[in-house]
């Protein structure tokens, strides 16, 4: 049997060439970039030329970059780095998100706000997840004006695919004078971004959702924004982050970004492409599903279904996944990030969706590497999995 990898929002393969590309610096060129030896200076170089080509990409200056180990170490940076930051100032303080938002956003404002007693708001949605812009608009409107505000909104949700208006919710946001931080982990590669034209003062980035190795995320951070740093020790980052860099990693993530960046277009046409196929499969195996989220204004390659199941109270999502699993498909209930878990997706929750039909709830997700002849067998191994509940 041949297993079918559909959960590439969880992680993606590393691209061959990504991957033999940095293979010489783990053996050949392994200096301590912090070194001032012509061993460490060379991977210094290396370190810098990443930094530059992530910049480029991304319209940031290279001094705005900053290397960090995953999507949600940089989340992290960004939200209680700016928190640190206004502690030290001793400016009030207060931050607006969305319950939508990944667990590395939701928990961070948790502990900022238990640790600082800093408030929270959240951003209302309606149940296709769709952001209120009048509601940003309220939350910014009240409070203290002398309190410091940091929005943190996804540029797209990991689970359903939904594309935010970053653009439009940053043009709000400063005509109050907020700070602006996006979670872009899932568009970095996928759709165009340019930190200067959305309008962010923050970004987050992780290679692995893009065919770079695990291990390595970045943060673009506006020069002048204040935030201090999590990690201290050496003066490395420019002092924003101690450690010594992984610049084999770095120089990864700057290769598959651009790659990837590079052919979106063709890329994000065959996801889509793939995801109808999969769709059309399953209608004809008679499977009855509704799609959450926007489709309409969503990333092509994350699909969220809710199977129409009759029993739905004995079937449970990891029921599902382990079955699904066993037929040699991989898919997911949710951000990887909390599976293995036993609650629901609370992204699904907050949309209303009952617990059960969060249960009976899967993300299906492409990539440039899956076959339509893939996601046809996918579909009808699903269907099989599906029908003995039907």
Not at 351 to 362: D, V
């Amino acid at each position: 049997m041949t297993r079918i990898y559909l959960d590439n929002a969880a992680t993606t393969a590393i691209e061959p060439e990504v991957w033999a590309q940095v293979q010489p610096y783990f053996t050949e060129h392994f200096g301590n970039a912090a070194s001032i030896h012509s061993f460490g200076q060379f991977t210094k170089n290396i370190l810098e030329e990443a930094r530059e080509r992530v910049a480029t990409v991304l319209g940031a200056s290279p001094a705005e970059i900053f290397f960090t180990s995953s999507g949600t170490e940089a989340n992290n940076f960004a939200l209680k780095g700016f928190a640190f930051a206004m502690m030290r100032a001793k400016k009030p303080f207060r931050f607006i998100s969305s319950r939508l938002e990944h667990k590395a956003v939701l928990e961070s404002l948790a502990w900022i706000e238990s640790v600082f007693d800093a408030p929270v708001h959240f951003v209302e949605h309606d149940a296709r997840g769709i952001l209120d812009l009048d509601s940003l608009k309220k939350l910014l409107c009240s409070g203290d004006k002398e309190m410091a505000t940091l929005v943190s909104i996804m540029h797209a949700n990991n689970e359903l695919g939904n594309i935010n208006p970053l653009e439009e919710m940053a043009q709000i946001a400063k005509q109050y004078g907020a700070f602006v931080h996006s979670d872009a982990v899932q568009t970095a590669a996928k759709l165009p971004i340019h930190v200067e034209k959305l309008g962010v003062d923050m970004l987050s980035i992780s290679g692995h959702k893009f065919h770079a190795p695990k291990g390595i995320g970045a943060i673009y951070v506006r020069k002048g924004v204040p935030i201090e740093p999590l990690l201290h020790g050496g003066s490395h980052e420019r002092n924003r982050r101690a450690g010594t860099e992984n610049y084999a990693f770095a120089l990864a993530l700057a290769e598959a970004l651009q790659r990837a960046t590079s052919s979106a277009a063709q890329t994000m046409a065959h996801v889509e492409a793939l995801r109808e196929r999969f769709l059309s499969q399953l209608e004809r195996e008679g499977i009855a599903f509704e799609i959450n989220g926007q489709p309409d204004a969503a990333l092509p390659h994350i699909l969220n279904l809710t199977f129409k199941i009759k029993v739905a109270s004995k079937v449970a999502a990891d029921v599902l996944l382990l079955a699904f699993d066993a037929c040699g498909i991989a898919v997911s209930s949710g951000s990887a990030c909390t599976s293995g878990t036993e609650k629901p997706s609370h992204v699904l929750l907050a949309l209303g969706k009952t617990e059960q039909e969060a249960r009976t709830s899967i993300r299906v997700s492409f990539s440039k590497f899956n076959t339509m002849q893939e996601v046809e067998q996918a579909a009808q191994r699903m269907a099989s999995v599906l029908k003995r509940w039907l």
